[in-house]
């Protein structure tokens, strides 16, 4: 799994993004629960992700962060990446980010996106 920790912060929340190739819904939530374990991500206040799997379609998960898993998956259409897990990590830091979380989560997807080429 790749793992890019302090990608940004904004207002005190904190931001992570990871990703790993995966092939089916549960190796999905395996490799969730497999990051969970760093005690670090299982304290963060949202764990949101998406895959774009070639045998089962499209799953997400915004886990509390509403709409932040449609977000990911749109990312993921767009660069035609299949079955591949990318998970956004959000430590909330006290102040509400209205719409700029969802930015926020963009330049996430897109740093991790940047740093598969």
Not at 35 to 51: G, Q, R
Not at 61 to 85: C, F, K, P, S, V
């Amino acid at each position: 799994m790749n793992i890019f920790s302090n990608v940004l912060s904004d207002r005190g929340s904190k931001y992570a993004v990871s990703g790993v190739p995966v092939k089916s819904r549960q190796e999905a939530r395996q490799m969730l629960k497999s990051l969970k374990k760093d005690k670090k991500f299982a304290k963060a206040t949202h764990n949101s992700w998406a895959v774009l799997l070639s045998e089962e379609g499209p799953v997400k998960n915004d886990d509390g962060e509403g709409g932040a898993g449609r977000i990911i998956l749109q990312m993921l259409e767009g660069a035609a990446l299949q079955d591949h897990m990318i998970i956004v990590t959000r430590w909330y830091g006290g102040v509400k980010l209205g719409g700029d979380r969802f930015r926020r989560v963009q330049d996430c997807v897109r740093y991790y996106l940047d740093q598969l080429k």
